[in-house]
């Protein structure tokens, strides 16, 4: 008679959970069966910039690129003290308002009056120090950005063009400096297109003045 033999049940190490055959069969079936945990999906890429945005970026960019001289030129006519940071504050204004322009031909004009506004601001603000000041300030020493704007043949005129009122100054700057019409300085300065005729004739008469009686 044949004899059989039954594996004999090896006993758990020291410490373990003890588990039924049953259980232990269905928990080795379910690790078997059960499906892989779903992997979840990569975090989805930053949404790009507004266009209008990119847009109003670029074209004050490019607006940079075609009249920052210029426009430093102006302010340093103008008798700004310090050109480079009035230019630099016209251009955050500009970016600031840039969605209520019309077009790029309004945004060159935006920024001229901004020139002017600041650097008349600007000089108000001297004149007032200036004038609380316990000793009379040094002359002023020029830039060396300031001075480079400048030939030497011009400079002479330029000192002579700073000692006239402002009105006057802006009105002879913009005319045969930037080569304006007057309807494009009256916006420029926020006043009349016969206003304008009346400060450049004015200014020019003080500057001629001026310069012969330096000779």
């Known amino acids: 008679m044949r004899r059989t033999i039954r594996p004999t049940a090896v006993p758990p190490p020291p410490g373990a959970p003890v588990v039924n055959g049953r259980a232990a069969e269905d928990a080795a079936s379910s690790r078997r069966t059960a499906a892989p945990a779903p992997v979840s999906a990569p975090a989805a890429a930053p949404v790009s910039a507004d266009p209008v945005e990119r847009e109003r970026e670029a074209a004050v960019a490019q607006l ?35 969605r209520k322009l019309r077009d790029a031909e309004s945004a060159e004009a935006y920024l001229r ?46 000192g002579a063009l700073q000692q006239l009122p402002a009105r006057q100054r802006e009105a002879l700057v913009l005319r045969h400096w930037l080569g ?32 012969e009686a330096r000779r």
């Open 64 to 98: 940079f690129d075609q009249h920052y001289a210029s426009m430093l030129r102006l302010a340093a006519l103008l008798g700004a003290d310090d050109p480079e940071n009035i230019v630099a504050e016209a251009y955050y204004q500009i970016y600031r308002k840039w």
């Open 180 to 211: 304006l019409k007057e309807s494009e300085i009256a916006a420029a300065m926020g006043i009349s297109a016969g206003s304008v005729k009346t400060h450049t004739a004015r200014g020019l008469a003080a500057l001629t003045q001026a310069m």
């Open 113 to 158: 009056s901004t020139v002017c506004n600041l650097t008349r601001m600007r000089i108000r603000h001297l004149q007032v120090a200036r004038r609380h000041a316990e000793a009379p300030p040094a002359d002023l020493v020029a830039s060396a950005e300031n001075s480079a704007l400048l030939r030497d043949d011009q400079r002479v005129l330029v």
